[in-house]
Each structure stands twice: as structure tokens, then as C-alpha cells.
């Protein structure tokens, strides 16, 4: 999440897919504090957090 050229949303999650952590916002060429225990980390388009209403404990599932 390093050397991005514009801004993201992050979604840090456990290895059951809950959201440890939602960091909207991230801004270009900044370092992201990590989340502890997180197992995956999902890097989402600006917007989509606050579009989708992403907060910690909800779980994600992919198909």
C-alpha cells in the first residue's frame, strides 16, 4: 500500500473473512498502519467503504 499513485479504501480481515479493520480514504504515497491478527487485506476502489456502509465485525464473503 506503498508508492500508490492515488487513493484507495483498505479492508483489513481475519481468516474467517470478518473485518478486523475499514481504513477509508488512504491517501497516495502513505503507509497504511496494519491491523493486528489480520489474514488478508483487500484493497477497494476511494469510496467503496463509505458507499457500502463497510465497518469492523462485518464479514465478507467472496464467491
Known amino acids: 500500500m ?4 492515488f487513493g484507495i479504501d483498505v479492508v483489513f480481515l ?3 473473512g470478518k473485518v478486523i479493520r475499514a ?3 488512504l491517501r497516495p504515497w502513505r503507509i497504511s498502519i ?3 491478527g489480520a489474514a488478508e487485506v483487500v484493497e477497494l ?3 467503496t467503504i463509505a458507499r457500502s456502509g463497510t465497518q469492523a465485525g462485518d ?3 467472496f464467491e
Open 2 to 5: 506503498v508508492f500508490m499513485r
Open 14 to 16: 481475519d481468516r474467517s
Open 23 to 25: 481504513a477509508a480514504g
Open 34 to 36: 496494519a491491523a493486528r
Open 45 to 47: 476502489p476511494l469510496g
Open 59 to 61: 464479514v465478507l464473503v
